[in-house]
């Protein structure tokens, strides 16, 4: 899969959001975008999973242009939404049984993917924020999509999580996945990706750093 940016602007009452952004992802890699709140990472990821509409520009997925929500594509983008009164492999049954894609097998391989216990009753308004991340990160994989657009995912969890999310996102890259990851912390990507991309004032600026 590739996906083209061209020229994206998003203006809103007058602010400038993202500035003339272009970009080509390609599957098999793996994206980073640094740059500290406000810079523009989130709104640059809602455009492109066409949860909010570009001022301009043209975003092509393998030459099409893109008009609507993106398919085939798992995402954190700020607090994903969950019942907090069920628990986590129930919250992931309602999501499954709403799209038709992952059956129970595959639900409780991801959310024992980020040590979640598949059996465990707790109730999801319950838990720790390091147990939501890993929650979130479970519904972003639970599909099994070809893109995963992630913002901030390793927020809130612990060092031996954030190595086990890490080993999870380098092995979907080995399957061929195109993996978007976003971070205040330059360091909590870099190892991860085969290019970083700074944001500042809703502008890109690529690394000296890029593979």
């Given amino acids: 899969m590739r996906i083209e ?16 952004i272009n970009l080509a992802l390609e599957s098999g890699h793996i994206y980073g975008f640094v740059g500290d709140n406000g810079s523009g990472k989130t709104v640059l990821f809602k455009v492109l999973l066409g949860l909010m509409h570009k001022t301009s520009g043209t975003i092509l997925v393998d030459g099409r242009e893109q008009k609507d929500l993106m398919q085939d594509v798992g995402f954190i983008i700020e607090r994903p939404e969950y019942i907090p009164y069920y628990s986590a492999k129930k919250n992931l049954e309602i999501i499954a049984a709403y799209r ?9 391989t991801v959310l024992e993917m980020f040590g979640l216990d598949p059996s465990d009753k707790k109730e ?3 838990y720790s924020l390091g147990m939501k ?6 519904m972003a994989f639970l599909e099994d999509p070809k893109v995963l657009i992630l913002d901030e995912p390793l927020s809130a969890l612990d060092a031996d999580s954030v190595q086990e999310a890490r080993k999870r996102i380098l092995e979907e890259k080995e399957r061929g996945k195109l993996i978007l990851i976003a971070s205040h912390y ?3 990507i870099q190892s991860l990706c085969d290019e970083v991309y700074w944001m500042k004032n ?3 600026l690529p690394s000296k750093e890029n593979k």
């Fill in 100 to 108: 038709k894609v992952a059956d129970d097998q595959r639900i409780c």
């Fill in 133 to 138: 991340q890993k929650l979130a990160l479970s």
């Fill in 186 to 188: 330059p360091e909590d």
């Fill in 124 to 126: 999801v308004g319950k």
């Fill in 202 to 204: 809703g502008h890109v």
């Fill in 5 to 20: 940016m061209n020229n994206i602007n998003k203006t809103i009452k007058g602010v400038s959001l993202l500035t003339d």
